[in-house]
């Protein structure tokens, strides 16, 4: 647990580099949107980020932030933070895809992702142990996926990034490629 005074110094440190980090990669969101975050506390510092899908708002786990800037990994953050505004792009496509299909960018992919929400799988099991199944569902392939992109574009190769077992293959790496690309193309 953590104090309720060492949470508000934390918070009171961070949010800055937070708001700074969300401000600095509007241009790769997908969707103009206003990103909603606040602060959250969970001592599992491999936990960094979650968003609500029925309110978009990301909650930050201010013990991850602040590890990641312990061990010198500041990057981790943004690329956690993308991870998750990805889902934001995610759950407007689904919705559109409910309420109106023509209204999305991509048909197909709205719709599975849309039975994915549906059944989704969390990271971890109810013993606190890793699903495979999550890294299995199209959502988080493409979150990974495309924070990855990010990161890769405007850094370089980040060798502390953490990239799931799941995902050391060719599809990941030729999805992470065709970003790329498109942000080559898109002047960012």
């Known amino acids: 647990m953590i104090g309720k005074q060492l949470f508000e110094n934390l918070q009171y440190q961070y949010s800055p580099i937070i708001s700074d980090i ?23 510092v491999a936990i960094f980020a979650c968003c609500d899908r029925k309110t978009n708002i990301v909650t930050v786990n201010i013990a991850a932030v602040d590890f990641s800037f312990q061990q010198n990994e500041p990057l981790h ?22 309420t109106d299909p023509s209204k999305c960018n991509n048909v197909e992919l709205a719709k599975k992702w849309s039975e994915e929400e549906d059944n989704y799988v969390k990271a971890l099991d109810k013993d606190g ?45 030729k999805i992470v490629a065709e970003w790329q690309e498109t942000f080559k193309n898109e002047g960012l």
């Open 22 to 44: 969300i401000n600095s990669d509007v241009g790769f969101y997908r969707t103009n949107r206003t990103i909603q975050w606040r602060f959250g506390y969970d001592e599992r």
């Open 77 to 98: 953050i943004e690329y956690f933070l993308l991870h998750e505004i990805r889902h934001i792009y995610q759950h407007l496509e689904i919705e559109d895809y409910r």
């Open 129 to 173: 142990n890793e699903n495979a199944e999550y890294f299995a569902q199209d959502m988080e392939m493409d979150a990974f996926a495309y924070s990855y992109a990010v990161m890769k574009y405007k850094y370089g190769d980040v060798e502390y990034l953490y990239i799931p077992m799941a995902y050391r293959n060719e599809e990941f790496d």
